[in-house]
């Protein structure tokens, strides 16, 4: 291979939701709430959540697996393994290692990537960085979240909004021509700013108060500032290509809430037939939406090879990035 032309092709895709679905109804008997009062803010349905003792490495090794599975290939043929999760079995070891050994992967290199509801993107933009570099092959990457862990379930204006679940895409170092009709990774942006953090963060950690922690947010604040830090990373991406939104051929946003996925979209100027939309299934579920997204598309014949796809997301910190990948 010539490493100067070495592209991250996505070879294949899986995903794990577990199996109770928490509905709107069932919810607003637990809090203060109702379906038409979610729906109207978040267009958020159900959401699934974890079973007692089902944990975060559990549903990501299923959803790597439907990966592998996909790409017809096996733990062997794998190198790299991050997993972007805010929700680890452990404080130590990472997550990504309980995946890497479930799996039967005995070598390789298998590492957590913390960026809350970005991770998957950044993971992405990682594990790019590695295969382009030549010094791997094979990457799995992995979004799996437990979140229903880290709600305060008396908190309407946050439990409503999140869901487990997980999803992961299989990436191949293979030989490009360094073209924009390349299949792969094309292009990927990043950012961050921890001036942020009290707008959306976990109220806990071992370095701090020794717990875990509830999630918190200031809604209002989140969705001011989503727009518009998703919009300048996306356009930093596409005029890193020297293409325009019309020419993105599906937008796989975060599944954050659907008029932040809405508002982003028309700020954009990127038809709504162009957007794939799961929140209204799956909830928030932080690193884990986007690969839930892509696998929910390519299995409904959507997204098909040569598809230009665009990825966004925006997490705590706050954390924001995009990636375009040619399928």
Not at 99 to 116: E, K, M, N, S
Not at 178 to 201: E, Y
Not at 211 to 217: A, E, I, Q, S, Y
Not at 271 to 296: C, F, M, Q, W, Y
């Amino acid at each position: 291979m010539h490493l100067a032309n070495l592209r991250s092709v996505v070879r294949g895709c899986g995903a794990y939701l577990p199996e109770r679905v928490l509905s709107n109804d069932e919810l607003s008997r637990m809090v203060d709430t109702s379906d038409d009062w979610i729906v109207k803010r978040t267009g958020i349905h159900q959401r699934h959540i974890a079973a007692e003792g089902e944990t975060t490495s559990q549903l990501g090794t299923k959803a790597a697996q439907a990966a592998l599975n996909a790409a017809g290939l096996t733990g062997s043929d794998i190198d790299l393994i991050i997993c972007a999760t805010s929700t680890p079995d452990y404080t130590f070891p990472a997550t990504a290692t309980q995946i890497q050994h479930a799996l039967g992967i005995d070598h390789g290199v298998a590492f957590d990537l913390q960026a809350v509801c970005s991770g998957f993107v950044f993971a992405v933009a990682t594990a790019d960085k590695f295969l382009n570099s030549g010094s791997h092959k094979r990457a799995l990457v992995i979004g799996a979240e437990t979140f229903s862990r880290i709600l305060d379930w008396e908190d309407r204006g946050t439990c409503v909004l999140f869901g487990d679940g997980a999803g992961a895409i299989v990436l191949e170092a293979q030989n490009g021509t360094q073209s924009i009709m390349d299949r792969g990774v094309l292009t990927s942006h990043l950012r961050s700013d921890g001036q942020h953090r009290s707008k959306l963060f976990v109220d806990g950690g071992p370095g701090s108060t020794r717990t875990v922690g509830h999630l918190r947010m200031e809604g209002r604040e989140v969705f001011r500032f989503a727009v518009g830090m998703i919009t300048d990373v996306i356009e930093d991406a596409l005029n890193a290509l020297g293409i325009s939104a019309s020419d993105i051929d599906w937008f796989v946003p975060h599944q954050a809430n659907r008029r932040i996925i809405d508002a982003s979209a028309q700020k954009l100027g990127i038809a709504p037939e162009k957007v794939v939309v799961t929140v209204d299934r799956h909830g928030n579920t932080s690193a884990a939406s986007i690969p839930l997204a892509l696998s929910v598309a390519v299995a409904d014949g959507r997204i098909r090879e040569g598809d230009l796809v665009l990825i966004e997301s925006l997490g705590g910190g706050f954390t924001w990035g995009s990636a375009v990948i040619r399928w």
